[in-house]
Structures are given as structure tokens and as C-alpha cells.
């Protein structure tokens, strides 16, 4: 049997955990237990009641690679950033599995996970730039090695994904937004609504979504009741004024910056809309564009076991002691990921 590394992700609410060969990267168990229902109701993720649910999924998913424990070598878990009271799940669990087996435990920067999601199953190709899109992040990330990865630009409010919930939360369109906007734009008319490309005429590299927002929610105002066509124009014209927003910031950074590779992560990057303007972009830029797999771009172990895998093969571990839920902070342009 090959050596393996055990991987558990719990930053918000995705229950999951994956086995990877160390060696070959090969996923050899991928197990997942969503939350999207039980949180539907509410419009959005509660953290307590995702606390509560990573405590009874993992433990059912740790079950069934429990005959893979002797071939464990290291286990890696997400440590941050995310909701404190979910992280702390999967972290009591790591370190209660690395003391069991008496094995390395790594500690992973869930948005360094994300990154990886493009690896997993394969090599690294880098130096890499990386537009970082999710419930929480919005980030253009410049990755040297697994150890120097340089935001150059961060959104200065809401990031791109928390948008498309909130505007699909305006429309009565349920939770999660993203997948349910992308679906109504598709049959809409993207030209009807004529929304402000945030930070256009700035010529600061950064993103914001705030305004955007509530220019959307301002439309929906003034047209009152809403029908199922109104929602479709709305969502498209809302979708087209991101990616105007999203292109016209990276173009900045393609024209300063040589590297040839990119991709677009996190849970926003399965939308296919955003991806085909971004390879139009890398065309125009001579750029390789790198993309995910559709079944690793929300969070999940797989990636944090990709990325763990680099920093075994490093040998860089942590002691138990330093296995700890790190708070969530603001990054700003020229902060490296730790």
C-alpha cells in the first residue's frame, strides 16, 4: 500500500475529508458531506448551527477510511481563515489523529488549499497568478513556491461570491447564489440594466463590490414587483458588470506582470461565464490558462491534502501546540498568505 496523507477540511460548511498518495498525488478517497440544506432557510451560513453539523459529519466520515490508518503518514487540516467555530472541528479531530497514529500534523491556509485544488491529482506548474474568487475572498495572488504567495490586489468590501448570495437573496432566489444567478442569466438580457462596473474610472488595482450591490437592490426597487423575466435581465446584467469589474482590474496586473501561467479559484470559478471572459483575457495576453476541476472548486479536502503534500515533502511541520484556529484578517496588497 502507498504512503498516504489524510486531509480534513471543515472552514465553513462543507464537512470533508481525502486520502492522497504522497508520492504519485493520486486521490485515493474523496468524501464530502454538504450543509446547503440545512442552511437554505436562512439565507446563509450559520456558524453555530455548522459547528454542530461538522461534529457529527466528520466523525462519520472518518469512519470509513479507518482501514487506510495504518498507512497514513501525515494528516493536514485547515486552519484558517474561515469560521472559527467549524475549524475547530476539524482541528480537534487532526490533532486527535495525528497523537492516535503518532504522525506529522500540517497546518494549511485554507486559501492556499485553494490554489492546489488545480494540482491535485498532478504536478505544480509554477510561478502562477490566480484570481482567487469565493464566498470570502476576492484576491489576485501571485505564487512563487508553496511558501511565497503575494496578494496584489484584495477587494476592499464584499467579495465577489458574498455578492452574488446577497443579489440572489434580493431576488428570492434561495441560498446558495452563485449557481442560481448564473442559471437565470443565461436566459436573460444582459444589456437591459445598465449597472455600474465598480472602480472603473480608479486607477487603483483593487476590487469592490458594495456599490454594485446596491445599485442591484435599488433596481429592484424601483421596478417593484418582480417577473421571472425582470430576474433573468437582472441576473445577467448583474453577472456582466462583474466580470467588466474582475477583467478590467486583471488586465492592470497582466500588463506589469510576466508570468504566463493563470486561473481563476475558489467556488466562483465553476461559473462559465466568468471562465470564458478570463480566457478571452489570457488569449489577448499570450497566457496559459489553468483550470479546476468542476468537482474541486468549492472547498474540499482533496485541495488541502494537495497542498499538505508539498509541506511533507518539505518536512515543514507543526507541533500540536502550534495547531491552533487562527483568527480571520483583512489582507491587503502586498501581504504574503501564511
Known amino acids: 500500500m502507498n504512503e498516504l496523507i489524510l486531509s480534513i477540511e471543515s472552514s ?3 464537512s470533508s475529508i481525502a486520502l492522497t498518495d504522497i508520492h504519485s498525488y493520486k486521490l485515493i478517497k474523496h ?3 454538504s450543509q446547503e440544506k440545512e442552511h437554505q432557510i436562512y439565507g446563509g451560513v450559520v456558524p453555530e448551527l455548522a459547528s454542530r453539523l461538522h461534529a457529527v459529519a466528520l466523525p462519520k466520515l472518518l469512519e470509513k477510511i479507518k482501514p487506510f490508518f495504518p498507512h497514513i503518514k501525515a494528516v493536514a487540516v485547515t486552519t484558517h481563515p474561515g469560521l472559527s467555530v467549524s475549524l475547530h472541528e476539524g482541528v480537534i479531530m487532526a490533532k486527535t489523529i495525528a497523537t492516535f497514529l503518532n504522525i506529522p500534523i500540517i497546518g ?5 488549499g485553494h490554489i492546489y485544488s488545480l494540482f491535485i491529482e498532478k504536478e505544480s506548474s509554477l510561478p502562477l497568478l490566480t484570481l482567487l474568487v469565493s464566498g470570502g475572498h476576492t484576491q489576485i495572488i501571485e505564487v512563487q513556491n508553496p511558501n511565497k504567495m503575494k496578494i496584489l490586489a484584495t477587494t476592499i468590501d464584499d467579495s465577489v461570491g458574498e455578492a452574488f448570495d446577497k443579489v440572489a437573496k434580493m431576488l428570492h432566489l ?3 447564489g452563485g449557481p442560481i444567478i448564473e442559471k437565470l442569466a443565461r436566459q436573460g438580457n444582459e444589456n437591459r440594466f445598465n449597472f455600474p462596473v465598480p472602480l472603473q474610472k480608479s486607477p487603483q488595482i483593487a476590487f469592490s463590490l458594495s456599490g454594485l450591490k446596491n445599485a442591484v437592490r435599488l433596481q429592484i426597487e424601483a421596478l417593484g414587483k ?3 423575466q425582470d430576474k433573468k435581465d437582472i441576473a445577467a446584467s448583474f453577472q456582466k458588470a462583474i466580470l467588466a469589474h474582475l477583467l478590467q482590474k486583471s488586465k492592470k496586473v497582466f500588463k506589469t506582470n510576466s508570468i504566463k501561467n493563470f486561473a481563476i479559484v475558489g467556488g466562483v470559478s465553476a ?7 478570463f480566457k478571452k483575457l489570457c488569449k489577448e495576453f499570450n497566457k496559459e490558462f489553468l483550470e479546476v476541476d468542476l468537482a474541486f472548486t468549492s472547498d474540499n479536502a482533496a485541495m488541502i491534502g494537495r497542498y499538505g503534500i508539498e509541506m511533507y515533502k518539505l518536512k515543514q511541520f507543526n507541533s500540536l501546540d502550534e495547531i491552533q484556529v487562527k483568527p480571520t484578517k483583512r489582507l491587503q496588497s502586498g501581504d504574503f498568505l501564511d
Open 12 to 14: 465553513c460548511d462543507d
Open 31 to 33: 468524501l464530502k458531506l
Open 108 to 112: 494549511v491556509n485554507h486559501l492556499k
Open 174 to 176: 434561495g441560498y446558495p
Open 226 to 228: 418582480l417577473s421571472l
Open 271 to 277: 461559473n462559465s461565464y466568468i471562465k470564458n471572459g
